[in-house]
């Protein structure tokens, strides 16, 4: 009996030690920090990203150099544009719009209009240069002209507005549209 009483106090007391919960401690120190691993190597680089929109180029007002009164059924006049290339010829747009001296009215390139008669303004697009010619549709001559200055703005091929845009979009739009959608100052 003697046994079992020593088992039974002993039992006891691992029951009560085990059963009973004591307070939460305070939490310790913070440690150190730990030792800063290995950077890895960086991978290879990426491919060229799409062309953006700050490849858009885009010219001053060009004041006209057509004389006051052309005594003819045709002119023209050379616009230097050295940012013109092959490429963009090929695969970019170049949009030219004429402001109209008197309503400051901006109006894309070619176009047909009237005053007295009837006379079509066209351009020629070369490797750095723009052609701007008059032309009156009856062959008298031409006169004054409607467009005072003349601008024009280069698209390269690749430039991603949007992603549904093309190069055909942007000749559809206006001039208000474009300068908008390009951030160009007026």
């Known amino acids: 009996m003697d046994f079992f009483l020593k088992v039974t106090a002993v039992l006891i007391t691992l029951l009560f030690m085990f059963s009973c919960e004591g307070e939460d ?8 920090q730990g030792l800063q691993g290995e950077q890895g190597s960086q991978g290879d680089q990426g491919a060229q ?3 953006g ?19 003819d059924s045709s002119d023209f006049f050379v616009i ?18 004429g402001r109209t ?13 009237s005053g007295n008669k009837f006379y079509n303004t066209t351009l ?6 723009l052609n701007i010619f008059v032309q009156t549709l009856d062959g008298s001559n031409v006169g004054s002209t409607s467009f005072g200055s003349y601008r024009y703005i280069i698209i390269p091929g690749g ?28």
């Open 25 to 32: 401690g305070a939490i310790g120190p913070q440690g150190e």
């Open 49 to 51: 990203g799409e062309t």
């Open 53 to 71: 929109t700050a490849n858009v180029i885009y010219s001053d007002w060009t004041d006209s150099s057509f004389p006051a009164d052309i005594m």
């Open 80 to 97: 230097d544009a050295p940012e013109i290339t092959d490429e963009i010829r090929n695969s970019g747009a170049v949009l030219v719009y």
């Open 101 to 113: 001296a008197s309503l400051n009215n901006i109006i894309e390139l070619p176009v047909i209009l």
């Open 124 to 129: 020629g697009i070369s490797a750095g240069q």
């Open 159 to 186: 430039t991603a507005a949007s992603k549904n845009a093309s190069l055909e979009d942007y000749k559809a739009m206006s001039y208000q549209e474009i300068i908008t959608l390009f951030n160009i100052p007026e």
